[in-house]
């Protein structure tokens, strides 16, 4: 936003009315004008200091003063000037020379006065940033990342430090969240238990933000070198612009066209550099004094004035035709600021006008600055429907923490570990999303970082508990390990394999165990595992061939069985083929099904033959059939025995494991009739082994 203050080391901010009330001789004279005199002779500006729209706060109250010109000045200004008197005597453009002298300066002193206040210069540099909307908005929105982003982009420009104002604002932004996310990060690490004097964490943005304030500091330094030689330029050109002035209207060849070279020199002043304050009033108040002393020697021509009231009426139609398109710009941020900055224009470089354009110019442009001012109430509604977006969608996120600190579900390692990213995801988010309604802002702000803090204390817990259950599970394992270990060597095929292969599905259902020791429990388990099936397979692949003419023999056997009808002496037959089927050993895994057809077939045979089912119970105890019970068996005593241990070994944790304790007494009563069952089995087996020797 452009304010008088902005302009305060400018050029034309303040005309030496003193001058006016001095002897106009055409001499050179330089003089320093007062604070009071300054202050009485300075032109009045439209007060637009409210059109600044602060995004956090609210709108602010506008104060616009579109009160009307000075018309009474103009309007005696234009009454001299049209008197029949000093008309008779104007030269005409391309006839005023050096020798014509002012002829009347005292009577058009006081609107001289007017058209010297209007002289100021409006830089190519103040024009920029009259543009440039102060959005406070613009970079809440932003990152911090960004923030830095656009803060280093800042000071690798080559007039970076001219972006003061943007850097600061910046810095205090970026410094705000460093200290919030330490905060935070503070109070995380006291709310786990840990002394607050211990947390020493450093943001790690910290390092990257004092570089680049740092290479700010430097570009300020470089900048500020840099502004003192051009304002020293700047001073020796102004020096020779108010010296080509001076010789305008006292050493002026004849016939030189003083219209031309006046606008030229105006012009030249106008689009100059800034000079040092030390040296801008000095130097301010002797330009218009020899303006003024250029005016006067004129004598107000009436030519050159029609000249400057058409000049400055463009200029009002411009600004006036600018207004109406301000009407209809989307972003109404921009049309107040741009508005502001018309009515600067309007005042420094579009007055004075002939008197039938005064009022009916400045009615329109101040009925066009109404409108636009009518418009705040649309910046008003689209904040506030923003503020409230801005509600919902931080208050959903809210809620998705709450349903990832309760899940309703079992969770597990993965879970928290998705739950984590999911969560830095929607802070994230929260964070970088703007403002609130200021009703809602703390509670709103407070339910995230509680529903933060919940979360990292479910978190916790699990991980917690989670701990002392691997530890249980290393335990459980280690009892796996060994017992692999004790039985690695065994060549007892028939009760080994099935108790590895329980070790192996046990081990699979058996949770996690602490990282640190999952690579050494799983290859010494991995290592017992192979050396006994290692062995297995040796110790198979011997017998493989004996299994494979075993095969051939019982297929041959069972060609002849069904080949047998129901003549005489068929149950002859069948009796030897079954006593040699019962001789032969075992037969490949994959060739079994051949028992199964031989049975199948046997029975067919004895009840065409009509055999009693004695015979057939006889059939039953065939060695396979005698073989593949007693492994069954075997399997299941390995089994209950498993289960007796494990439940044994869990009655340990319990710090009172008697038998009259009452959660125990079920416990204790299936271990007995476990035992029981081993022992019933083991009977069974024995009898069934007694029975294949004798």
Not at 246 to 270: C, H, P, Q, S, V
Request: proline letters at 3%; a negative charge; charged letters at 35%.
């Amino acid at each position: 936003m452009i304010t008088e203050d902005s302009l305060s080391d400018k050029p034309g901010k303040e005309t030496p009315a003193e001058f006016l009330n001095e002897n106009t001789s055409g001499t050179e004279t330089e003089v320093t004008t007062d604070k009071a005199s300054e202050e009485n002779s300075a032109p009045k500006e439209a007060d637009f200091s409210g059109t600044a729209i602060a995004a956090t706060e609210g709108l602010t109250e506008e104060n616009t003063d579109l009160t009307p010109e000075n018309s009474s000045e103009e309007t005696s200004f234009s009454e001299d000037c049209n008197t029949s008197e000093k008309l008779e005597n104007l030269p005409i453009e391309g006839e005023i020379s050096a020798q014509d002298g002012p002829e009347s300066a005292a009577d058009a002193k006081t609107d001289l006065a007017e058209i010297m206040a209007n002289e100021p210069e409006i830089t190519a540099e103040v024009q920029e940033k009259a543009k440039e909307p102060e959005d406070k908005m613009s970079f809440t929105k932003l990152s911090l990342t960004e923030i830095l982003a656009e803060m280093e982009s800042i000071t690798k420009m080559d007039d970076g430090a001219a972006h003061y104002r943007r850097f600061n604002q910046l810095k205090e932004e970026a410094n705000h969240r460093i200290q919030e996310e330490n905060n935070n990060l503070k109070k995380d690490f006291v709310a786990e238990g840990n002394p607050e004097e211990l947390f020493t964490v450093q943001h790690p943005a910290q390092g990257k933000l004092s570089a680049i304030l740092h290479s700010f500091r430097e570009k300020t330094e470089q900048y500020h070198q840099q502004q003192e030689q051009s304002q020293s330029a700047n001073l020796e050109h102004r020096q020779n612009i108010i010296d080509k002035l001076k010789n305008l209207y006292t050493n002026t060849e004849a016939g030189t066209n003083l219209f031309k070279a006046i606008r030229e020199i105006k012009d030249e002043w106008k689009n100059a550099g800034q000079v040092a304050k030390s040296e801008f009033k000095l130097l301010n108040n002797n330009y218009f004094h020899h303006l003024n002393q250029f005016y006067q020697m004129l004598d107000m021509n009436k030519e050159y004035m029609e000249q400057e009231f058409a000049h400055n009426l463009e200029k009002r139609t411009h600004i006036i035709e600018r207004a109406k398109e301000l009407l209809t710009e989307p972003s109404v941020q921009k049309a107040l600021n741009e508005l502001q900055y018309l009515h600067k224009l309007w005042k420094e470089e579009a007055e004075p006008v002939a008197e039938e354009f005064r009022e009916k110019t400045w009615d329109e442009f101040k009925e066009l600055s109404n409108k636009i001012h009518d418009r705040k109430a649309e910046l008003t509604e689209l904040l506030e429907k923003e503020l409230n977006e801005n509600l919902a969608r931080k208050n959903e996120i809210i809620e998705e923490l709450k349903k990832l600190v309760t899940p309703g579900k079992e969770v597990n390692h993965s879970y928290w570990q998705n739950a984590i990213n999911k969560v830095e995801e929607l802070r994230t988010e929260f964070l970088r999303l703007g403002n609130v309604p200021r009703k809602f802002s703390n509670q709103n702000w407070n339910d995230f970082k509680q529903n933060l803090r919940n979360f990292n204390v479910s978190k916790n817990e699990f991980y917690k508990g989670l701990k002392n259950s691997q530890q249980t599970n290393l335990d459980e394992k280690l009892k796996l390990i060994q017992t692999a270990k004790d039985n690695m060597l065994s060549e007892d095929w028939e009760t080994a394999v099935p108790l590895y292969k329980k070790l192996q599905d046990d081990w699979k259902k058996i949770g996690h165990v602490p990282r640190s020791m999952t690579n050494k429990v799983w290859d010494d388990f991995r290592e017992a595992c192979n050396v006994f099936f290692s062995n297995y397979r040796e110790k198979n692949n011997t017998a493989g061939d004996n299994w494979k003419e075993n095969f051939k023999n019982k297929k041959q056997l069972l060609e002849e069985l069904k080949a047998i009808g129901n003549e005489e002496g068929s149950i002859e037959k069948i009796e030897q083929i079954k006593n040699s089927w019962n001789s032969i050993g075992k037969v490949p895994r994959e060739k079994i099904n051949i028992n199964t057809e031989f049975n199948k077939t046997l029975r067919e045979k004895l009840k065409l033959n009509q055999i009693h089912d004695y015979d057939l119970k006889e059939e039953g105890l065939s060695e396979n059939q005698l073989t593949d019970k007693a492994r069954k068996i075997k399997n299941q005593i390995a089994d209950l025995e498993a289960e007796v241990v494990k439940m044994e070994n869990n009655l340990g944790f319990f710090s009172n494991s008697s038998r009259e304790n009452p959660l125990l007494k079920d416990t204790y009563a299936r271990i007995e009739e476990k035992k029981a069952q081993i022992e019933t089995m083991k009977k069974s087996l024995h009898n069934i082994v007694a029975g294949e020797n004798s």
